[in-house]
């Protein structure tokens, strides 16, 4: 997916300046830095699903097995 974004021109010199040092194009570079940004908020909708069944009163693998048994 293509998006317009306005950088600001300094922001702009030193990103062509970080991207000719490492050869890569500038969308490489964005894209890299968006998922460093998302990673954090990946790991914590990881850590919400983390022991959703840890206030249930009924073992997660009997659960599973009782709903099993019904098909």
């Given at each position: 997916m293509r998006i317009?974004?306005?950088i600001p021109a300094e922001d702009l010199e030193q990103l062509n300046a970080v991207v000719k040092t490492q050869a890569i194009s500038r969308a490489e570079f964005?894209?890299?830095a968006i998922a460093a940004s998302l990673e954090p908020h990946r790991q914590a909708q990881?850590?919400?699903a983390f022991g959703l069944w840890s206030k249930r009163s009924v073992d997660g693998l009997e659960y599973q097995e009782k709903a099993r048994a019904e098909w």
């Open positions: 317009l974004v306005d964005v894209r890299r990881k850590q919400e």
